[in-house]
């Protein structure tokens, strides 16, 4: 059974004027089909406005669809004694680090779902010790938010989310507002969390470097999935990520560049080091 | 035309026991025409820096002088430097309070004390120049996307027409299109306009593409004044304080280790090609006698 | 400025006073406040500076760290003493010019009531010091629970008051940047008469209302994700328990209340 899973999946938003008519409607999702299995590392990748974040919104029942259906480890979200379940089942982390803390204790804040939801008080220590653990913020736990970095911010969110138990973590953005430092370590907090406890993560992002290990790459634009395929499969189209003004990493259009200018370099480079070998292999050819 | 920074010293909360030193005895000079980016991670001083460039943090010790005029002098105009050396601040679409776009932009010029023409002139300019569809001038800024929203803010600052620009991580927040979008747009004006520009960021790759020169600030002293150039040659030290050189760099250098003689000071693209494909074919030749 | 003032700041200390259950040191501050209002004479001064001293001696707090909460007052502190010394009618009258006077009675009133304000000010500060904000909000949740019965929202309004808590030094620092972006457009905050200041305002009010409200729209988002669902089934990490020093610390409070009010009847001089 697939973890995360929607048909024909449509999200309009109506504006309406005072008088209540219709004044505008823009259609956010546009028939999205996709499919998440369980322990998956699935990134979405997307300019602002493709329709990435009401997508995520949705994992989490925090939106209701205007068509189709999504179902998260098998529960039709739309029914509204699913709400509850779902958000257990999927959790979700947010873009803007200050504004997802709640209270001004780093482990008050962890403990702040598993309350939620009416876990032992027992329980609940036990959780946020060992969710704090998996972020590494251990030493923070007596912390104010108001004094981490950004990185540490949003790995305080991860814990929060983590300490709900969730089979699925989104990420919505989680690095857009970080320095590159702070990137690295929620990235690196994400990939740890989907490698050492199995939690299928769906990374939502507009920075391409930042799903080239994913397992499973979606790009959205205009709320459709126009592209899907593994990282190496998506890099290799570099002309067509171009023109949907994608952030193409240096390293693979530098081996594009090359290979248009004739060199065998193979496509789909996805690090330097790749490179790197593919260059010294022509060297050596031509040698022989 | 310039500004010059001698010795100047700033540390937060002064009296009591929390005494951070967010800058440590800077000297610069800045010249007129100028585009320089000023990179550090958060943290190493970078905007407490261009916050004094217009006199709104003071130092605590040193001087800075702007046009020969020292800025703490007691009959210096205040408000004249702040209109000469307009300061874009972080996520700047937050500062927008008007009821349009237009009556946003006309706030700083009438601050100026400027008459209404000249003031609406100004505005009409300055949305122009950063090329703001004429169709929404009315609407409502709360309205507008995130990158449009830059773009009006960046109009305000603009609408004041400094000589200097400084410009606190402008592309923060925004999407690769957008951020192209951005810095394609400040290194447009930096050229019609002919204006100092001053790029703070954090991110190496977005700077080395359009600035002359490179001030690398940690933990609140300059580090490295140079061409990009120059500063990327340091890249192991830039990584050692959590910077990171362009990934071009990185595979330049590697590639030299390895026996191919590349150009190690290539920081683009471009030039990364154009050097491989000459040190192939030099390779090539080589052999070939 | 702001930041310097130490009414409302938690101090941490590992101390018996930090330990105790927060609704101990609410009703404790609550007698404390009564005491100082009812007692009478010299006797039952020296019994509240006992009382104060001991605790704030138990609680680790330097002092020197709470008196630096008093010099925010210290303006308020003359003028009440100033005025009392002027304008209290007494038996014995040292000196008169027009209606102002110095009488026996008025240096007496004088004196009580400054060290009345500096004690209740050091001991409610004594309070913040211990307590941290959550435990404070936790513990008036938990004391005012009987006022559910009458529809008073108090689990909404103890949520309500742990997040202002939160976002007030975020809100805080935004007001200062964006104060700082408006006077790099000219603005200017400090010129003007009362109604040019009100006007330039504006420009800092509304986008930080703005901001406000895009960060309660977004914290209200992640609350819903993390599954709240209002103060009914919840649990808590910290739940709060009386433990055996908290029954001892309310026998202490009362007995404290009785020996003042005895002092009171017994030995009221001098009379103020």
Not at chain 1, 56 to 76: C, F, Q, R, S, Y
Not at chain 3, 123 to 129: A, D, E, I, Q, V
Not at chain 3, 244 to 270: E, M, N, Q, R
């Amino acid at each position: 059974m697939s973890i995360v899973k929607t048909k024909g999946l449509v999200h309009e938003f109506i504006r309406r004027d005072e008088e209540d008519n219709v004044e505008s409607i823009t259609t956010a999702l546009d028939h999205v089909d996709l499919r998440v299995e369980q322990g998956e590392f699935i990134a979405i990748l997307g300019h602002n406005g493709s329709g990435k974040s009401t997508l995520a919104k949705h994992i989490n029942a925090l939106l209701e669809a205007t068509e189709g259906t999504i179902w998260v480890d098998g529960m039709d979200v739309s029914e509204e004694e699913n709400v509850m379940p779902v958000r257990k089942v999927a959790g979700m982390v947010f873009q803007n680090p200050d504004n997802q803390i709640i209270a001004s204790v780093v482990e008050e804040d962890v403990a702040f779902g598993p309350e939620n939801v009416g876990v032992p008080t027992d329980e609940i220590w036990e959780r946020v010790e060992k969710s704090l653990k998996a972020v590494d913020m251990t030493k923070y736990r007596n912390h104010s938010p108001n004094k981490l970095s950004g990185g540490q911010k949003q790995r305080v969110a991860i814990a929060g989310v983590m300490a709900m138990e969730p089979k699925c973590i989104v990420f919505d953005e989680p690095t857009a507002m970080l320095d590159p430092s702070g990137r690295k370590e929620v990235l690196a907090a994400a990939h740890e969390l989907n490698r050492q406890k199995g939690v299928t993560v769906i990374l939502i992002t507009h920075y391409m470097e930042e799903v080239v290990d994913a397992d499973y790459v979606y790009v959205m634009e205009d709320g459709k999935i126009i592209m899907d395929g593994k990282p190496r499969e998506i890099f290799s189209k570099v002309d067509e990520l171009k023109a949907h003004r994608l952030d193409v990493p240096q390293v693979t259009l530098l081996a594009d560049e090359l290979r248009k200018s004739g060199l065998p370099i193979p496509k789909g480079i996805l690090t330097r080091e790749e490179l790197a070998d593919a260059i010294l292999k022509c060297a050596s050819d031509f040698r022989r | 035309m310039s500004i010059i920074l001698d010795k100047v010293n700033f540390s937060y909360s002064q009296e009591t026991a929390y005494k951070i030193q967010a800058l440590k005895d800077i000297n610069l000079k800045i010249e007129d025409g100028e585009f320089i980016g000023i990179i550090g991670h958060t943290g190493s001083g970078k905007s407490t820096l261009i916050q004094h460039l217009n006199g709104l943090v003071k130092a605590t010790s040193g001087g800075i002088y702007f046009n020969g005029q020292d800025i703490y002098d007691e009959d210096f105009n205040m408000k004249e430097l702040r209109s000469k050396v307009g300061l874009v601040f972080q996520y700047p679409e937050h500062q927008l309070f008007e009821t349009t776009i237009f009556d946003d932009v006309c706030f700083g010029p009438k601050n100026l004390g400027l008459d209404k023409k000249t003031v609406e002139l100004r505005a009409y300019e300055a949305l122009r120049s950063v090329g703001f569809p004429e169709a929404l001038y009315f609407q409502s800024p709360f309205d507008l996307s995130g990158g449009q929203k830059r773009r009006v803010a960046i109009a305000g600052v603009l609408a004041m027409k400094p000589e200097v620009l400084i410009l606190d991580e402008p592309t923060a927040g925004l999407d690769p299109a957008g951020r192209d979008e951005i810095l394609d747009l400040i290194s447009k004006m930096h050229k019609e306009l002919a204006i100092t520009v001053i790029l703070v960021s954090h991110s190496m790759e977005d700077v080395a593409k359009y600035v002359d020169r490179i001030i690398v600030m940690n933990q609140g002293s300059v580090m490295y004044d140079g061409t990009p150039k120059e500063v990327f040659r340091q890249y192991k030290y830039l990584e050692e304080v959590g910077l990171a050189a362009p990934q071009v760099t990185y595979l330049m250098h590697e590639l030299h280790e390895k026996g191919l003689p590349v150009n190690l000071d290539a920081t683009t693209v471009e030039e990364a090609k154009e050097s491989i494909l000459c040190a192939l074919r030099n390779n090539e030749a080589k052999r070939l006698q | 400025m702001i930041r310097d003032i130490t009414i409302g700041q938690f101090y941490p200390a590992d101390s018996v006073i930090h330990k105790l259950d927060p609704r101990v040191k609410l009703f404790a501050t609550m007698i404390y406040i009564i005491a100082l209002f009812v007692f009478k004479g010299i006797l039952g001064l020296g019994i509240i500076t006992l009382f104060l001293a001991g605790i704030i001696r138990m609680s680790k707090v330097p002092f020197k760290f709470m008196t630096k909460g008093l010099k925010a007052i210290v303006l308020l502190l003359i003028i009440t003493s100033v005025f009392n010394l002027l304008a209290t009618p007494g038996d014995i009258v040292f000196w008169k010019w027009g209606s102002l006077q110095i009488t026996d009675k008025g240096i007496i009133n004088s004196v009580l009531m400054t060290i009345r304000l500096v004690y209740l000010i050091l001991g409610t500060s004594l309070m913040t010091l211990t307590t941290t904000p959550n435990q404070l909000t936790d513990g008036l949740e938990t004391a005012l629970k009987p006022l559910n019965k009458i529809n008073v929202p108090v689990h909404s309004i103890a949520m309500m008051m742990s997040i202002a808590l939160r976002f007030i030094p975020i809100l805080i620092e935004e007001t200062d940047k964006i104060m700082k972006a408006q006077m790099a457009r000219g603005a200017d905050f400090e010129s003007g008469n009362l109604i040019q200041k009100a006007k330039s305002m504006v420009p800092l009010l509304v986008p930080l209302f703005v901001s406000a409200f895009r960060r309660a729209e977004d914290l209200a988002m992640a609350m819903e994700a993390r599954c709240y669902n209002g103060g009914e089934g919840r649990t808590k990490m910290k739940p709060l328990k009386y433990g055996k020093c908290d029954y001892i610390s309310y026998g202490v409070v009362v007995g404290f209340l009785v020996l003042v009010i005895v002092a009171a009847v017994l030995l009221p001089f001098p009379q103020g």
